[in-house]
């Protein structure tokens, strides 16, 4: 993954200066390589960037017919249900964006070969992801990676079934390779309350295990201010070269 990066915006600007950082990395993956291979982020705090993405004045335009949909981990629920990633994305994004059907790349959440489910889309997913979206929970976690477990210590397989611990408790994500791997990683994260969080993966030591989010610690971080409150001097006091104020 690329060098690390922090940029921060005011909380009502998070959204729209996210969604520009994105837009940038894939178009110009798409100008470099004729594609772009985007994973996708569930949870709340990507929905309103993706918004933002599709709407009619977003700039950079972003050719969607040659942008690849993946997802980074999937809750075990049917497409329509309410905890899909899968469903959250779809309504948000993939119904706004021209988005051929043949692009989206969703993992079969809804199997009940759970193995079988991820081996599949082990095959689906391209060797290297050109833009990875990840969040980050208030435990550290990213993906379906939660602290302490075993999947954190995955060398080979790509994608695996996981069980997390809150409901939906069955999950399917990709592994620590496939973060290393990607050319761009970004870290989207907002709310005060997983500041402290935040701080221990870019400030402080720890490790995988204890904090899965480490793993993307060497990718773009955007934060809204709140998250970024308990770096060192509110994350102002960096290299300039390593970080944006959005203002």
């Known amino acids: 993954m690329k060098g690390k990066r922090v940029e921060v915006f ?12 994105i837009g940038g990395l894939v178009s110009t993956a798409v100008v470099k390589h004729g594609r772009c291979a985007l994973a996708l982020a569930g949870g709340a705090t990507p929905m309103p960037v993706y918004r933002a993405m ?17 997802f980074g981990d999937e809750r075990c629920v049917p497409p329509d249900h309410k905890d899909s990633n899968y469903g ?46 990840l969040g980050m929970g208030p435990d550290g976690h990213t993906a379906s990676l939660f602290p302490g477990s075993p999947a954190l210590s995955e060398t080979e397989r790509r994608v695996v079934p996981v069980t997390g611990p809150r409901p939906p408790t069955e999950r399917l994500t990709i592994t620590p390779p496939v973060i290393a791997a990607a050319i761009h990683v970004v870290v989207l994260v907002t709310g005060a309350e997983k500041a402290g969080m935040v701080a221990k993966v870019l400030d402080g030591s720890a490790t995988p295990d204890e904090l899965p989010a480490w793993l993307a610690r060497g990718g773009t971080w955007i934060l809204d201010t709140p998250a970024a409150s308990g770096l060192k001097d509110g994350g102002r006091g960096r290299n300039a070269l390593d970080q944006t104020i959005g203002g």
């Open 10 to 21: 005011e909380t009502e600007k998070f959204a729209a200066g996210a969604a520009r950082a």
């Open 54 to 70: 599709t709407a009619r004045d977003f700039k950079p335009a972003i050719p969607w017919d040659r942008v690849d949909i993946y």
């Open 88 to 133: 959250a994305a779809r309504l948000v994004l993939m119904s706004h964006a021209s988005i051929p059907a043949g692009n989206v790349h969703p993992m079969d959440g809804a199997r009940a070969d759970r193995d079988g489910a991820a081996r599949d889309y082990e095959k689906v997913l391209p060797a290297r992801i050109d833009v990875l979206l």
